[in-house]
């Protein structure tokens, strides 16, 4: 499977340049990008609004 | 017999994208065979709707989104075509839209008691498809007390917020990690699932995180 560690497309980016006040710093996230059947469309919510992402 | 894996959801009970994420990652979960222990984390879509808006959900996609009600409608539409897909029978005719803080405090009084997996699906039912109100005290009541809860707990815990703080402190963390949409998946405190994604994803971020984990435990052992 192909992995990336920054924008795979979809709706994030990345990590946060600042920690919370309220919790510790995570780790970097490793992405995981789509596989599979690319007809299945996938979304998210973002801000209120809700979306299909583009085509892969 | 192996430890589950860790899997931390960030999702909102309105967010129609995360019901349809929930369904499939539970169709990942019987294809790949793979013990999980899930968390679900709080993240506010919209904080600032207010508990009794005023109008359709299509009314506030059409403000937030600087669409028409039409656009609003068709892809309401969509999604729903999408959800019914997976077996889900949303029905935006009846939703209520609102403010979903109390659900999420509610959503981590069920998680202290064992039963938040049951109140996530309880609400998320409850919300798409069967009109209820998610934002009111006494449809929480009712909500929480259909999974095992206990109707004078809910009161007080959604009365003297005790459980706000855990609120808020799962949106920061999740800010911390950069997430911006729900549903995201966290799996293992390592690997990041952005978006109601195929099965096929979802099995195979799960199989990484198995032979990451397998591999830490190798390496532990090696120099043990």
């Known amino acids: 499977m192909t992995v990336s560690s920054g924008d795979d497309g979809s709706t994030v980016t990345g ?11 995570p780790s970097p996230l490793t992405f995981v990008t789509a596989v599979g059947d690319a007809d299945v469309e996938t979304g998210s919510c973002i801000d209120g609004v809700c979306a299909v992402d583009p085509p892969r | 017999m192996s430890e589950p894996l860790t899997v931390e959801i960030w999702s909102d009970v309105q967010c129609p994208w995360c019901y349809i994420g929930k369904r499939r990652f539970e169709t990942a979960l019987a294809d790949s065979g793979e013990q999980v222990a899930i968390t679900y984390r709080s993240f506010e879509l919209a904080p600032d709707t207010p508990v009794d808006y005023d109008g ?11 669409i028409s009600r039409e656009q609003a409608s068709e892809m309401m539409a969509h999604v729903t075509g999408l959800a019914a897909q997976e ?4 029905d935006f005719d009846h939703v209520h839209q609102t403010n979903t803080v109390l659900a999420h405090e509610l959503l981590h009084l069920a998680r202290e008691r064992g039963v938040q997996a049951e109140l996530k699906e ?11 109100h998610v934002g ?32 808020k402190a799962d949106v920061a963390q999740g800010a911390a990690y ?44 090696v120099t043990a």
């Open chain 1, 15 to 25: 990590v946060a340049e600042e920690p919370s006040i309220t919790m510790s710093a």
């Open chain 2, 56 to 66: 359709t959900p299509a009314d506030y996609l059409s403000d937030r989104k600087g």
């Open chain 2, 122 to 132: 309880r609400l998320l039912a409850a919300y798409f498809e069967q009109g209820r």
């Open chain 2, 178 to 221: 950069g997430i911006r949409g729900v549903p995201f998946y966290v799996i293992d405190g390592a690997l990041g699932v952005s978006g109601a994604q195929s099965p096929e994803t979802f099995v195979a971020a799960l199989a990484q995180a198995r032979a990451a984990r397998d591999a830490a435990s190798a390496s532990a052992g």
């Open chain 2, 87 to 90: 077996g889900l029978a949303y």
């Open chain 2, 136 to 167: 009111r005290v006494e449809e929480l009541v009712e909500l929480g007390t259909d999974v095992g809860l206990d109707a004078d707990e809910i009161r007080a815990a959604l009365a003297d917020h005790r459980y706000l703080p855990a609120v």
